[in-house]
């Protein structure tokens, strides 16, 4: 008992609404990233701001976290200390 006409077409009515499109490197030739103008050459980003992905600095979507600043002091130490280990 209790089935109504109006619950089907509001099922339907949801299907149609699509959440909104991500960035792609596939559309636009070349990184994610804000601003980057690079070639992609992992998962979307170029080499630079992959590492800055990995490292959380940016989204998946290219832009930047709320607290970038923090983290990219963190972030420049970290590469201080590879570069240090590279040439010993």
Known sequence: MGKTGAAPTEHKEQKDIQAPKKATASATGGCIAKGCRHHEDRF?????????????????????????????????????????????
């Open 44 to 88: 979307g980003f170029c080499t630079e701001h992959y590492d800055q992905f990995k490292f959380g600095l940016i989204k998946r979507t290219g832009e930047e976290v709320p607290d970038y600043e923090k983290k990219f002091e963190h972030y420049q130490a970290f590469r201080a200390r590879q570069r240090a280990h590279q040439v010993a």
